[in-house]
């Protein structure tokens, strides 16, 4: 059952859900031996736990584009879901690949290590959507 936010003006439902450990990392893909790549148990056991906690507080599958709204904090990750009105058909990769290799070509460049960056606003848009986007011009 979608929960929506107390007081929230958009129609549109807010999912949330609270991961209630200490969130962790991703682990890079390792090889075998032979050479086979594979991902980390645990990886695969805190992917497992997160779905979990999905599947328990929320228990559906949302259709369509989204935005997702994360907070990590030493305790937990709060997540909330809510449908979104921009679509990007143009761009297929997964957002995430792009903010990653963004940050990862400023390392050095921008800042000192992307592990500065405390804070995220990416999304995919259309070109007829850029002018909604905020862009800094010299």
Not at 1 to 13: D, E, T, V, W
Not at 24 to 49: C, I, M
Request: aromatic share 6%; charged share 30%; hydrophobic share 35%.
């Amino acid at each position: 059952m979608p929960k929506r936010k107390p007081g929230a003006l958009n129609p549109h439902p807010t999912y949330s859900v609270v991961v209630a450990r200490r969130p962790k990392v991703k682990a890079r893909p390792r090889h075998n031996k032979k050479g086979q790549v594979f991902t980390p148990r645990s990886t695969l056991e805190e992917e497992d736990y997160v779905a979990q906690a999905w599947t328990e507080q929320v228990g559906e599958m949302i259709e369509g584009p989204l935005e997702v709204y994360l907070v990590y904090s030493p305790t937990e990750t709060v997540l909330h879901v809510i449908p979104s009105p921009h679509v990007a058909r143009t761009l297929r990769g997964d957002l995430d690949n792009y903010v990653k290799l963004t940050l990862d070509a400023l390392n050095k460049v921008a800042w000192d290590d992307d592990g500065q960056v405390v804070r995220i606003h990416a999304v995919k848009v259309d070109v007829d959507e850029r002018h909604q986007t905020n862009r800094k011009t010299s």
